[in-house]
């Protein structure tokens, strides 16, 4: 499915009020938690990212405790 900046401000609408039931156009999707729903925020991110020719950034961290 080829997301689109409006049904990533119905996501980021529907986090912020608490709701988990989101609609799109005709159609309906309830998520069963709240991180389902932030991780269908990151899909849309990168895939908007890459229709706009933008590389996705990634983090990684790596933390020592023992002088490495």
Known sequence: MAWTQA???AL???LARGER???FGD???E???????R???RE???QLARDQGRTPVRQ???TTDKGF
């Open 21 to 23: 039931r989101v609609t």
């Open 39 to 41: 991780a269908a925020l």
């Open 12 to 14: 980021e609408r529907a």
């Open 60 to 62: 990684i961290r790596v």
């Open 27 to 29: 159609k309906t999707v």
């Open 44 to 46: 849309i991110d990168a």
């Open 31 to 37: 998520y069963r938690s709240v991180e389902e729903l």
């Open 7 to 9: 049904d990533r401000e």
